[in-house]
């Protein structure tokens, strides 16, 4: 054959003709654990890899971090995000949570929630979203802005429906709204305070020599017609000042029922969750579980709803619960799916969420277009 001229498939590997290295009789060597000490990468290395040294970096903004030195973590975490080559996604990803979480610390929040949306962007699958999310949530709930903490919770729900935790929260979360009022509300109740205020301190005053208290001031105006149409004028402002306060307490009322509505719903929610996944845990697990469902008993007599008022709630929230479902839904991962089909899997707006979950429950209370809450307050 010609020096050069090989058969298809006549290459082999040196190692092939390799002999197998001969097995020493006894016992193997018994096995050692590489040994690090502690902050072993604050100490000088010659690597001539350059991701190595951003990682070794990184674990210095860790430890930053941890000491709670927040500037000095922002900075490492910032020159490593200048010199990662785009194709590392991972530390990139880390590194970035880094510098949100330091933001925040540093009272930084509207830099950190930049931060969060940006790697929401990036992301291209649900376990990025989800840690995204996450952290969009512990921002959020740091600056203790509920409406931002409520749509973080209804989209990590929207990604993990079968998440009883989650849910838990977002109870949580509905309890602590509560809505302040409004200006118009607020100088209206300052208008008829006073108003009344003055009455009541006319009527302190008994007139000299009689033991019934008078309410009309020592001189009277002489127009006597005057007097009528000032008084008439006055009663109108009182009553007007007085609808437009209980028109604002009904409304803050309303509200803040609905609110209690969709935190029972979530709670009920959570609870059916819990009982499913209860036969499979153990230990802790298990207790955890068991005590977390006796605290909802528990804050379901808070509410004081009707047991058949529960029981629609239940059955509404309870529709999709199939333990095949959820054994699939534990597993699924939308792998390289991009930020446009992870997109799709998440709600916009808190509307949304509640056309999808307390669209029925509305819909039952108030057949006829009547308000939600007239009718659940009729039912509770």
Known sequence: METGCWWLGGEFEDSVFEERRERRPGPPASYRAKHCEPQWFYEETESSDDVEALTLKKFKGDLA????????????????????????????????EGRARCLVRLGRAAEALEVAANLENKATNTDHLTTVL???????????????????????????????WNWGKLAEAYLSLGPAPSASCASSQKQTRSTFSDKSIQSAFTHPGKD??????????E????????????????????????SCVAGREAVLLEARVKACASLIRTRLLLQLTQSQ???????????????????????GFKEDTLLLIAEVMGEDIVSEKIKDEVHTEVKC??????????????????????????????PCGNRFQTEIQMLA
């Not at 019934?212 to 105006?221: I, K, M």
């Not at 930020?339 to 209370?365: G, Q, Y």
Request: charged residues 25%.
């Open 223 to 246: 127009n006597p017609v005057f007097s009528v149409e000032a008084s008439g004028s006055t009663e109108q402002k009182n009553e007007s000042a007085l609808g437009s306060v209980q």
């Open 134 to 164: 996450q952290l969009q949530y512990a921002i959020c709930s740091s600056l203790q802005n509920l409406e931002k903490t409520i749509l973080c919770l209804q989209k990590l729900i929207s990604l993990h429906p079968f998440d009883p």
């Open 337 to 366: 799916a991009g930020p446009t089909a992870l997109a799709a899997l998440v709600i916009a707006s808190s509307k949304e969420f509640e056309e999808k979950w307390f669209r029925k429950i509305k819909d039952h209370f108030c």
């Open 65 to 96: 971090y941890r000491r709670q030195e927040y500037q000095k973590a922002l900075l490492e975490y910032s020159s490593i995000s200048e010199k990662l080559p785009s194709t590392n996604f991972a530390l990139k990803r880390d590194v970035q």
């Open 281 to 303: 845990q153990t230990s802790f697990a298990l207790e955890k579980n068991l005590r977390t469902q006796q605290e909802i008993e528990d804050k379901m007599k808070e509410f």
């Open 212 to 221: 019934c208290f008078l309410c009309f001031p020592e001189t009277l105006p």
